[in-house]
């Protein structure tokens, strides 16, 4: 069974993170783990690295959503436990990438495909997904994109 690179990477640091005892942290890694295993069965796939930082990077927005929500509802500790479930999750992700790089990014993708209006915001976003997968919030730059194209 060949499986990712990252997805290694992560067996790799749960097997460490039991030899070292730390449950909390095993916790999030098993979640993860999971997660990869529900996909696989689901969709009778293999992950590979590109959709395992899709799945990663929609595990960080569930959690900040959460977090979020519990913040408002005056839940610190729940909210708590989502930051450090997010704080686990991220290492595995790429280094976040700049404002200047992201707005790079958006710009090189307005140019490549002519983008003057809305209806060009889904060819924009085609081509900068897949960059900023893992490595930026693509709602914030999504929001970004709509005011450089309108």
């Given at each position: 069974?060949?499986?990712?690179?990252?997805?290694?990477?992560?067996?790799?640091?749960?097997?460490?993170?039991?030899?070292?005892?730390?449950?909390s942290?095993?916790?999030?890694?098993?979640?993860?783990?999971?997660?990869?295993?529900?996909?696989?069965?689901?969709?009778?796939?293999?992950?590979?690295?590109?959709?395992?930082?899709?799945?990663?990077?929609?595990?960080v927005?569930?959690?900040?959503?959460?977090?979020?929500?519990?913040?408002?509802?005056?839940?610190?500790?729940?909210?708590?436990?989502?930051?450090?479930?997010?704080?686990?999750?991220?290492?595995?992700?790429?280094?976040?990438?700049?404002?200047?790089?992201?707005?790079?990014?958006?710009?090189?993708?307005?140019?490549?495909?002519?983008?003057?209006?809305?209806?060009?915001?889904?060819k924009?976003?085609?081509?900068?997904?897949?960059?900023?997968?893992?490595?930026?919030?693509?709602?914030?730059?999504?929001?970004?994109?709509?005011?450089?194209?309108?």
């Open positions: 069974m060949a499986t990712s690179e990252l997805q290694s990477r992560i067996h790799n640091e749960m097997k460490a993170t039991m030899r070292a005892k730390n449950k942290r095993l916790g999030v890694i098993r979640l993860i783990q999971s997660e990869f295993k529900r996909i696989e069965v689901d969709e009778r796939i293999e992950l590979d690295d590109s959709r395992v930082l899709a799945v990663l990077d929609k595990m927005k569930q959690r900040r959503d959460s977090a979020k929500q519990y913040e408002d509802a005056n839940r610190q500790e729940l909210a708590d436990q989502e930051h450090f479930e997010i704080s686990i999750i991220t290492e595995f992700l790429p280094q976040p990438l700049s404002d200047d790089e992201i707005t790079t990014l958006i710009d090189d993708a307005v140019n490549a495909t002519n983008a003057s209006g809305m209806q060009d915001m889904g924009v976003m085609g081509i900068l997904k897949p960059q900023l997968q893992g490595r930026a919030d693509i709602g914030h730059v999504s929001k970004q994109v709509k005011t450089k194209i309108s």
